[in-house]
């Protein structure tokens, strides 16, 4: 089995920053591609990016580009999510993930975390 706890989120306001870490513990994380997705309140879960293991490849949202940065640690077993200039429109519960696809389809994924909530004012 696959565990992944979130940790980071919080209320800030915007043009702030925060960063997102993803720990993951039951396999080998260097053959393990991982992903962010997030899910505002009546909205469906949306892909926010994704890196492959050996972090050569990544992929983000349109809307997130040049903002946000995805990174690995595999030494320590843990994804980050370095997101810059935040927006309202970025709030939602961001969820870590773990597949064995570079993909943005939730459906690719085969476990998650149980998310964290970022909020941000306006």
């Known amino acids: 089995q696959v565990q992944l706890v979130e940790s980071g989120g919080g209320l800030v306001q915007a043009g702030d920053s925060l960063r997102l870490s993803c720990a993951k513990s039951?396999?080998?994380?260097?053959?393990?591609?991982m992903g962010w997705f997030r899910q505002a309140p009546g909205k469906e879960r949306e892909f926010v990016a994704t890196?492959?293991?050996?972090?050569?490849?990544?992929y983000y949202l349109d809307s997130v580009k040049g903002r946000f940065t995805i990174s690995r640690d595999n030494a320590k077993n843990t994804v980050y999510l370095q997101m810059n200039s935040l927006k309202p429109e970025d709030t939602a519960v961001y969820y870590c993930?773990?597949?064995?696809?570079?993909?943005?389809?939730?459906?690719?994924?085969?476990?998650w975390g149980q998310g964290t909530q970022v909020t941000v004012s306006s």
């Open positions: 890196i492959s293991w050996s972090s050569s490849s990544t």
């Open positions: 039951g396999r080998t994380f260097s053959t393990g591609v």
């Open positions: 993930a773990a597949g064995s696809v570079l993909d943005t389809s939730p459906r690719r994924y085969n476990y």
